[in-house]
C-alpha cells in the first residue's frame, strides 16, 4: 500500500482540509473492506473510518463523523480519506488498512494490510 497525501508534508491549519489517499498494487482492492485509522504520540493506534466492499457502506468515528468522508475508487485501486474541518486534536500518522472481509472492522489488528502511514499535522 502506497499513502499520500493532498499537502506537501500534510501540515494544515485548524478548520482546513486535506485528503488522503492510499494505492495498492498486486492485488485489486475491490472485494474487501478498507479503513483508516490514526495513531497520535502516546496512544494507541486507534480506528477512524471504514468502507464496505459489499455495498459500500461507510462508517466512523464519533470523533471524526461528520467532518471526515471516505470513500474508495477501484478503477484505480485506491482508498481516500476526505478531511474537513480539521482540529488539532486530528493530529496524528494515519493508515490506510485492508481487512480480511468485505464488511469492516474496527479492530487493528484484525487488518491484514498496512500503508505506511502519513503524518498530518494541523497546527496554527
Known amino acids: 500500500l502506497r499513502s499520500s497525501s493532498g499537502v506537501w508534508g500534510g501540515l494544515v491549519q485548524p478548520g482546513g482540509s486535506l485528503r488522503l489517499s492510499c494505492a495498492a498494487s498486486?492485488?485489486?482492492?475491490?472485494?474487501?473492506?478498507l479503513g483508516w485509522f490514526r495513531q497520535a504520540p502516546g496512544k494507541e493506534r486507534e480506528w477512524v473510518s471504514c468502507?464496505?466492499?459489499?455495498?459500500?457502506?461507510?462508517y466512523y468515528a464519533d470523533s471524526v463523523k461528520g467532518r471526515f468522508t471516505i470513500s474508495r475508487d477501484n478503477s484505480k485501486n485506491t482508498v481516500y480519506l476526505r478531511m474537513n474541518s480539521l482540529k488539532p486534536e486530528d493530529t496524528a500518522v494515519y493508515y490506510c488498512?485492508?481487512?480480511?472481509?468485505?464488511?469492516?472492522?474496527?479492530?487493528?489488528?484484525?487488518?491484514?494490510?498496512w500503508g505506511k502511514g502519513t503524518q498530518v499535522t494541523v497546527s496554527s
Open positions: 468502507i464496505s466492499s459489499s455495498d459500500g457502506s461507510t
Open positions: 498486486g492485488f485489486t482492492l475491490d472485494y474487501y473492506a
Open positions: 488498512a485492508v481487512g480480511p472481509l468485505e464488511l469492516c472492522s474496527r479492530y487493528p489488528k484484525a487488518m491484514d494490510y
